[in-house]
């Protein structure tokens, strides 16, 4: 059995530009001042996806209670939908005192019982790593008994951020999953989408594109995942990491064993979907894929061109702000910049250095990168006319006070904004939205107030 | 009263209903102007918490970690997460309290939570809630019972003007408020403990959402030991209802288990009589009895065909099937997230704690659930009715303005659930066509 992969070893990940300035940083949050979720919810974000699975978290109430059927990554997969499940030994303070292995080995044995899963994933929590249960032992008995991989996942909260649990959860499908089992049949264009979970449907925005041009997605980590093709994952020519920093340790890894190329891109808005095609084709290097590749954005792109004109005229000369975090401060601004919205500031507090720098080459040189977000975009709003504010819901009473419209962009979603048709869904959301007086009317002062 | 079988019969939860203790603490400080739980924990907790919360309700959330790490698991009891956590709190906000709460992490490795806050000079309240114990009822109730221990002043004075309210975990905001209102009608001064009813009632208000905003003021904590009456409403609040009771013994208490329903109601009014001497209550009252009357006639026929399964916080649960069972529902199966003494008070057939795997084995049994929204899916795969009740909703908004209490929360709960009874029907029929 793989041993555990170490904390600090991941920490120092050399790939992670956010690193290079902030060297173990990354690890220690700040007591009073810490916003944002646990390594175990990252490990749950990257593995959760696999519908096949059951995921089974070794824990008290919390870390599941309140965390299943959260995220509506979609899946394809006949079966009942295990992702949308929640197992948790819920363990009580009996357990904290004697040890949890047994219940765990007893709940395994249930959940293959009653569910027959093609593999189980067993997440580590804090009471349960603290009080020294030996997930890798009872995994591998359980594995042994039942003849399915059982996946101990060593992400406990406490180790650190989310970040770190998604990087910790691919590590352990590397460790356990790939390169157990050999693909049926094998292309020169098979690839592996890395970080793309299928939330509310992105990755098949673009996947029957990627199947017209001949390449095969072989298996992915993890949306609309099997855990039978991410076994196979190591025979893919190429990794796409998909808007997921933290994955890069696992690609350079499947680099070192497999020699899988990686790149790294995104499919939000026109212009990065086209880039991410052509850079796939380009990394996979044939000639004629790459010109059957061209040839297909140039058509994609003149259809959405057609449906968008409608769009345009409402758009035109409207400008945004927006206040939001990650990988979407410069994602979203490219999409907008796309429908032909001018993004005049963007939230750069919650973003790591190479989003600054990405965020800072979308907005061009007079954009806001705002630091303070919180007191900032009222004045943005005002000095620039702005007319749309797109930021969480902590935001909205600014956009009733400056009487522009609103979007909330952490509400989870209910359809995608992924590829080429999903930014039609945005111009949708941002044409409903602009077109809403709702925003006055509440603003509207009460009788008794004039 | 039927079958109660309160042990496991598995090893594990599957689609669990359970909440933990912590975050029922947290909620309960929500309930207290001004506030700031801070959970004592990994970061991860209080983040499921808050996110938890702010779609529940709709509205920003305040709440803070000690965001304990593997480093300060193993060196720190404590002392250096939650001072250096408040050091930071205070550098950016004033909070009149802070609610701290822990969750397993620390307890397990036996953190003096209570020797920490001696040494800290802040308002504060501390309480442990380890998550492998109880749940979000449990939380809530010894989070209430640590606030009056730790801030109400003992008095000796009696005001017999003035009751206070402890509701259960489950009320929601405007539950609360019409308790109040409804007590307030009988000429009391009602202060209720945990106030969601102000604080998160979903409100548009220039918010800095960094602290919690309305509910009860410490102020008026410190001076509730003057309270003429105390109403517990829920077996959780026994707790509390004691705590407060010792800090003035001369304070009269009655208790309830619930107040959903016309004979909950009416037992109810009964004792605002007894301690008024009124002969009547307000004439809104009397008309929205009435209404009950009837709505509980309009509905019988449908709820007197139809096999409930109700699955909720114990609290709550006996609230929903009494209110249901009067009316003629048949509750067949009531799931409890965590066990009670409410348990063998529920009128249902089989009263159990368990999740809704239970729920879904159990699924020939009943027509309708009434859960949170986790039992969506499987009102959807077995075909049946649903009425969404409990935490957390994050399907529907408005879950902050649904009353099922009283009189008249009793008469629009029964109507909602006869006329899913009957959309359930008409579907099946369809179906069949
Ligand atoms: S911080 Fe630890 S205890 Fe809290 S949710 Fe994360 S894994 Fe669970």
Sequence with gaps: MAPKPKIRELLDESACTHNKTKKAACNAPTPGATTGGCAFEGAQISLFPYADAAHLVHGPITCLGASWETRATRTSYPGRDLTQMGFTTGISTNDVVFGGEQKLLDSIAYIVEHYAPEAVFVYATCVTALIGDDLDAVCKAAKQKYGIPVVPVHAPGFVGSKNLGSRLGGEAALAHLVGTKEPEVSTPFDINLIGEYNVTGDMWQYTPLLEELGIRVLSTLSGDGRVASIRT??????????????????????????GIPSISLSFYGKRDTSNGLRAIAEALGDADLVARTNALIEREEARLEEKLRPYRELFKGKKAVLNTGGNKTWSIASALQDLGIEVVATAVKKATE?????AREYLGENGVLMMDPGSEQAKIIDATGAHLLLAGGRSLYTAIKKRISF???????????????????????????????????????APWEK | MGEVIRKPIKPLQVNPIKLSQPMGATLAFLGIDKCMPLMHGGQGCASFTKVFMTRHFSEPIAIQTTAVTDVTAILDGGDYSIVEAIKNITKKASPSLIGLHTTGLPETKGDDIRGVAAKIDFPLVHVNTPDYEGGLESGWALAVKAIIEQLVEASEELDGNKLVLLPHVSLQPIEVEKLKEFIAGFGFEVLALPDLSTSLDGYLGEKQGSLSGGGISVEQIRALADAGLVLSVGDSMLGAAKALLEKNPAMRHHHFAHLSGLEATDALVERLLAETGFQKPPASVIRWRKRLQDAMLDSHFSLGQTRFAVAAEPDQLAGVC??????????R????????PQLVKIPAEKVLVGDLEDAENLQDDYDLIVGNFHAEALAHRFHKGL??????????????????VLYEGGAYFLFEAANVAEAMRAATHHGRD
């Design chain 1, 233 to 258: 994952a190591h025979r893919a020519r190429l990794n796409v990491i998909v808007c997921a920093k933290s994955l890069i340790s696992l690609t350079r890894k499947m680099e070192e064993k497999y």
């Design chain 2, 387 to 404: 009425v969404v009740r409990g935490f957390p909703n994050w399907e529907q908004i408005g879950n902050q303005l649904k009353n099922d």
């Design chain 2, 333 to 340: 199966l009531a799931i409890a997230t965590v066990d009670s």
């Design chain 1, 407 to 445: 979007i909330d962009v952490n509400q989870e979603k209910k359809k995608s904004y992924g590829g080429y048709d999903g930014l039609l869904n945005l111009a949708e959301d941002l044409k409903n939205a602009l077109e809403n007086p709702v925003f006055k009317t509440v603003a509207k002062r």
């Design chain 2, 322 to 331: 009494a209110s249901l069972r009067e009316a003629g529902g048949r509750v």
């Design chain 1, 354 to 358: 190479s989003d600054r720098e990405k």
